[in-house]
């Protein structure tokens, strides 16, 4: 389930999703750290690994 305004940190930065809970980032390839949390929701830490051009956040929070 999208998480509207869910504050969203990847390594030292910070981004807020919109109104329908999407975050757009460009990142490098390697190892990144991210945490999402909104108030009453559990948070959500993964390490992800991009090596190509797009990894979609969609597949951090489990859902199409």
Do not use: C, F, W
């Not at 757009?24 to 991210?34: I, K, Q, S, W």
Request: net charge positive; charged share 20%.
């Amino acid at each position: 389930v999208p998480i509207p305004n869910a504050d969203v940190n990847i390594d030292i930065k910070h981004y807020t999703a919109d109104k329908n809970g999407k975050v757009e980032v460009t990142l490098t390839r390697g190892t990144h750290d991210v945490t999402i949390q909104s108030p009453g929701y559990n948070s959500i830490k993964k390490v992800i690994t991009v090596r190509g051009r797009i990894y979609l956040m969609k597949n951090i929070l489990g859902y199409s």
